[in-house]
């Protein structure tokens, strides 16, 4: 499958990429840093930082026995997130910092939003 990424962040359009993948789904992974609630309550979002794009397979057997295709979206090391992930919980604003991804099956000409919450990743099929 061929899938088209293109970021939208604070109203601004960002350059379009497209990946090749393998499998039934694609799937987009990233960093999340969940700040606690009432630091919500000042104006602090939901931190993140995509971290890659695949395709996966629905069936466990064709995920073990197909090929695989991933590409990082995150440029640069890791280091920032690798330190919040192991001391984040530390910091007292920090309610958590962890993984989260979403899929959706490949079919052809669909397009989707996908969004930033509080919780983590949410994917929506485009109207």
Do not use: C
């Amino acid at each position: 499958m061929v899938v088209s990424l293109t970021k939208i962040e604070k109203g601004r359009i960002g350059k379009s990429q497209t990946f090749s993948l393998y499998g039934d789904q694609w799937e987009i992974s990233a960093h999340i840093l969940k700040w606690h609630p009432n630091v919500n309550l000042l104006g602090l979002h939901t931190g993140y930082r995509f971290n890659q794009i695949k395709g996966t397979y629905i069936r466990a057997k064709d995920e073990n026995q197909k090929p695989h295709r991933a590409y990082a979206l995150a440029n640069g090391t890791d280091i920032i997130w690798g330190f919040l992930s192991h001391y984040g919980k530390s910091f007292p604003l920090v309610d958590a910092v962890y993984g989260n991804a979403v899929s959706r099956p490949a079919r052809p000409g669909e397009r989707f939003d996908i969004f930033v919450t509080t919780s983590g990743l949410t994917v929506r099929r485009r109207k």
